[in-house]
């Protein structure tokens, strides 16, 4: 998603700085929930900890690199295609979710008051 990002600054307008740089942002934020999970991000980014979830993500990412030019549409297909196999995955009751994905949830309403 980064390197795409930065496919979206060209050419240089306005609005595409502004893509390039969200894309970039959530890829890098994408790339850290591999390795550390906050707190807080289990509580406002839910969605992140299932399948469907992360997958229908990586359909909206995919939509940001639409329109431009022809090499944006590259990382494009292949974020969108990496959401689509999340969102195949969250319906195959054999595969299990990995470690990253499992230790956050903990279920709807399990917050602590």
Partial sequence: ???GGIGLFFPIYFSTVIRGCFVI?????????????PPYVVRFASFM???AGRGFFYLFIS???LGGEWYNYI?????GAIGVAYIVLEFLPSI?????????DQGWGAEQV
């Fill in 25 to 37: 942002v959530f890829g890098l934020a994408t790339a850290g929930l591999e390795f550390q999970i």
């Fill in 49 to 51: 900890f299932s399948f």
């Fill in 96 to 104: 299990e979710p990995p470690a990253n994905m499992r230790e956050a």
């Fill in 75 to 79: 990382p494009g297909a292949i974020v």
């Fill in 1 to 3: 998603m980064v390197l």
């Fill in 63 to 65: 939509t940001c690199f």
